[in-house]
Structure formats: structure tokens, C-alpha cells
């Protein structure tokens, strides 16, 4: 830490460690701020098992029409497109995303339609 300032570095295999680092880092007593420069370096699985892997998750989720979402794969970046009735299930989708193995970015084409 240099005057209240606290940059992570480093890499993980998950985005939820990355997550939580940060929060770690940023109740420290005196951090003013966090720069979070973890890279998110796991291998990289077949673009067509990430597909399946999110959209069977967010069919799974009674909370998201998985149907009105669709979800594309590249050298671990998802995109996900298509409409959702809430936040709630923005984020969700969101969720189901990051939680599928080899992700280290996530595209967010989606929009809410009330």
C-alpha cells in the first residue's frame, strides 16, 4: 500500500477469486483506493462447452427466459445478447457467465425489456 493505495497483481483461475481479493484488499484499514490488475489466466475450454455450459445454466434458472438469450464463445470472452425482463436477471446472466470454466471476460449485449 503507497498512500492509501493498494494494487492487486497477480493472476487466477476464476473471476470470483479475482472478486474477492479486491473486496479483501479494499477493507484493509487506511486503503483509500484499489487497483485490481489480476489477470484471469485459466486454460482455455472449447468455445462450443462454454456455449452449452451457459445456456444450459441459464435454463436451468427458472428466473431467465433462456430462450430470449443467446450466448457466443471466443478465447474465453463470452458475449451474451438478447433480452431480459429485469435486472435481476441481467445479473444472473451475468453470473452464469463468469461461473463457466476458462472465462476471462464477459461481453454484455443484453437488454431489459420491461
Not at 484488499?25 to 451457459?54: C, F, M, Y
Not at 436451468?60 to 438478447?82: C, E, F, L, P
Not at 445479473?91 to 461481453?107: F, L, N, Q, Y
Amino acid at each position: 500500500m503507497y498512500d492509501g493505495v493498494v494494487t492487486l497483481t497477480g493472476s487466477v483461475e476464476w473471476k470470483y477469486q479475482c472478486d474477492e481479493a479486491d473486496y479483501v484488499a479494499s477493507t484493509i484499514v487506511g486503503a483509500l483506493d484499489v487497483i485490481n490488475e489480476i489477470e484471469i489466466a485459466s486454460p482455455t475450454p472449447k468455445a462450443s462447452d462454454v456455449q452449452d455450459s451457459i445456456t444450459n445454466a441459464l435454463k436451468r434458472n427458472a428466473g431467465i427466459d433462456g430462450n430470449a438469450v443467446s450466448v457466443t464463445s471466443m478465447n474465453g470472452t463470452v458475449t451474451i445478447n438478447g433480452a431480459v425482463r429485469s435486472w435481476a436477471e441481467h445479473d444472473e446472466a451475468i453470473d452464469a457467465a463468469w461461473a463457466a470454466p476458462g472465462i476471462t471476460s464477459v461481453r454484455d449485449d443484453m437488454f431489459i425489456a420491461y
